[in-house]
């Protein structure tokens, strides 16, 4: 029997119950890590694009533009544009509400993997728990205090893998929540600019009047 194995029966079933956590831990970390990659844009090329568009009252190519697979940075710019003739106040609102909209988006599924980083832990002291009272009653039980080290040891050793087990999910499982934290601080950080760059510009350059046809066409 190789070491991982022996060691994963040596624990008993909850060990198996901890590894599954950190399975769906690493699934949810995946995901995420993924759709983040997805919702990565280059804000600055984008916005640029935009200006081009708009400067020549083009503003079905900009919100296509905005369309076009670039994340939420791109829904941010969008929400924006839709409503430039509507005023500064207007267009402040809709990118900050296109935000709000956002974040939670962001956060889907972030409160299991800090769940599983606190469950873990506990599962395997519970295990290390079991394994205790085990060994208590072998020494419990008539002529206990005659019972010899090696045959509590298979017990000692599977209270310490449970919370070996535990303690290993938890840490794994914390480190990918702030690894995912950390991205979901950046695209925040960058819908923020986004927002306060199409806002500016839109602002500083009013909607002209022949560009209505065009708005409420979308």
């Given at each position: 029997?190789?070491?991982?194995?022996k060691?994963?029966?040596?624990?008993?079933?909850?060990?198996?119950?901890?590894?599954?956590?950190?399975?769906?831990?690493?699934?949810?970390?995946?995901?995420?890590?993924?759709?983040?990659?997805?919702?990565?844009?280059?804000?600055?090329?984008?916005?640029?694009?935009?200006?081009?568009?708009?400067?020549?009252?083009?503003?079905?190519?900009?919100?296509?533009?905005?369309?076009?697979?670039t994340?939420?940075?791109?829904?941010?710019?969008?929400?924006?544009?839709?409503?430039?003739?509507?005023?500064?106040?207007?267009?402040?609102?809709?990118?900050?509400?296109?935000?709000?909209?956002?974040?939670?988006?962001?956060?889907?599924?972030?409160?299991?993997?800090?769940?599983?980083?606190?469950?873990?832990?506990?599962?395997g002291?519970?295990?290390?728990?079991?394994?205790?009272?085990?060994?208590?009653?072998?020494?419990?039980?008539?002529?206990?205090?005659?019972?010899?080290?090696?045959?509590?040891?298979?017990?000692?050793?599977?209270?310490?893998?449970?919370?070996?087990?535990?303690?290993?999910?938890?840490?794994?499982?914390?480190?990918?929540?702030?690894?995912?934290?950390?991205?979901?601080?950046?695209?925040?950080?960058?819908?923020?600019?986004a927002a306060?760059?199409?806002?500016?510009?839109?602002?500083?350059?009013?909607?002209?009047?022949?560009?209505?046809?065009?708005?409420?066409?979308?």
């Open positions: 029997m190789s070491f991982l194995p060691l994963l029966h040596d624990g008993g079933p909850l060990v198996y119950v901890i590894l599954a956590f950190g399975a769906l831990a690493f699934l949810l970390f995946l995901e995420r890590s993924l759709y983040f990659l997805r919702a990565k844009v280059d804000t600055q090329e984008l916005f640029h694009g935009l200006m081009n568009h708009l400067r020549n009252n083009n503003l079905k190519e900009a919100i296509a533009n905005c369309d076009n697979k994340g939420m940075v791109g829904e941010v710019f969008r929400s924006a544009i839709v409503r430039w003739e509507d005023g500064p106040e207007a267009i402040h609102k809709s990118a900050e509400e296109s935000i709000r909209l956002n974040i939670p988006k962001l956060e889907n599924n972030m409160k299991l993997l800090a769940s599983i980083s606190n469950i873990a832990p506990v599962i002291l519970l295990g290390t728990l079991f394994w205790m009272i085990k060994i208590f009653e072998k020494l419990g039980h008539p002529g206990g205090q005659f019972v010899a080290t090696v045959a509590l040891a298979g017990e000692m050793k599977g209270a310490l893998v449970c919370t070996a087990a535990g303690l290993i999910v938890a840490l794994a499982a914390q480190l990918f929540y702030f690894l995912l934290l950390e991205q979901i601080d950046r695209i925040v950080l960058e819908m923020n600019k306060s760059e199409i806002c500016y510009f839109l602002c500083s350059n009013p909607a002209r009047k022949d560009e209505a046809g065009e708005k409420q066409a979308e």
